[in-house]
């Protein structure tokens, strides 16, 4: 690799102003300040006048845009840990790095995912809601009555930093952990965890109370959770997914809801965000927030920090830490 002296950098969305702040001091950088996602345009434009990108998963960085770059564009600093909104394949193909950020967003992520778990069961939304409303009447042995987590069986998709982050927590909480992984984790790590390996995901389907998900999205993993493997879930199941949408099949999982097939559901992610299905937004059963699953000061600050020590890596002619290899996903 060669050095680059004060590459040319544009971001596509605002950042904390200590990361702008600090990316215009080290680089020559223009930055998005505005909280509106570049348009196809913006972006093709941006591609086109600058050595690294810094785009987020709202940007679709795609084949045809890629095909536009030129020659200059030789770094995609990914702000964020997922990838999937990036053509990697057509990258490596123009000869463009991209990297991302993994594990600063870990602890974040599974803070909310435990939110949601414990959030779901016990009605939490529904119990804010009607104090809101005006219309609680007081306490009573009967009201608002949900399940307790403790003692139930949480299955895990994908055991990667964050999963294991939650089963550390779900422990505490006196919940049992189940999982399936494409790898089994080595003994001693499931040993730490008291964790059970699901060689086939529908065997850890019918045999679990709350589900979580916490594997990238893909090509394998689109609509992972389709009608056939809902129909494997007991129907006092609670279904969490703060990993990305699209793994589950909305409307698959709209008629489960809807039939009492699931007792519930946690949502921070989306299949098209960020519209929602107005059938979710009308079932009292459903916790949803708005993809905030990393959404913290101190995250957002370790992201930024992250890709500028990936950009300065590579302009001073070395790999990048955090190079996004050959089969990612």
Known sequence: ?????????????????????????????????????????????????????????????????????????????????????????????????????????TEDTADMTMALIVSVPRRLAEGEKLVRSGQWKGWSPGGMLGHRIGGKALGIIGMGRIGQAVALRARAFGLSIHYHNRHRLPAVLEAQLAATWHANLDDMLAAIDILTIHTPRSVDSENLIDARRIGLLRPHVYLINASRGGIVDEEALV????????????LDVWQHEPEIDPRLLALPNVVMTPHMGSATYEGRMATGDKVIANIRMWADGHRPPDQVLEGWA
């Open 1 to 105: 690799m060669r050095r680059v002296a004060n590459p040319r950098v544009i971001v596509t969305r605002e950042l904390p102003d200590a990361v702008m702040d600090r990316m215009e001091q080290l680089f020559d950088t223009t930055c998005n300040r505005g909280e509106v996602a570049m348009t196809r345009a913006q972006l093709a434009a941006a591609i086109a006048d600058c050595d690294v990108l810094v785009p987020t998963v709202t940007d679709q960085i795609d084949a045809e845009l890629i095909a536009g770059t030129g020659e200059r564009l030789k770094l995609i600093a990914n702000f964020g840990a997922g990838v999937n909104h990036i053509d990697l394949k057509a990258a490596r193909a123009r000869g463009i790095i991209v990297t991302n950020t993994p594990g600063v967003l």
């Open 255 to 266: 008629v489960a809801l809807e039939n009492g097939r699931l007792a519930g559901a946690g």
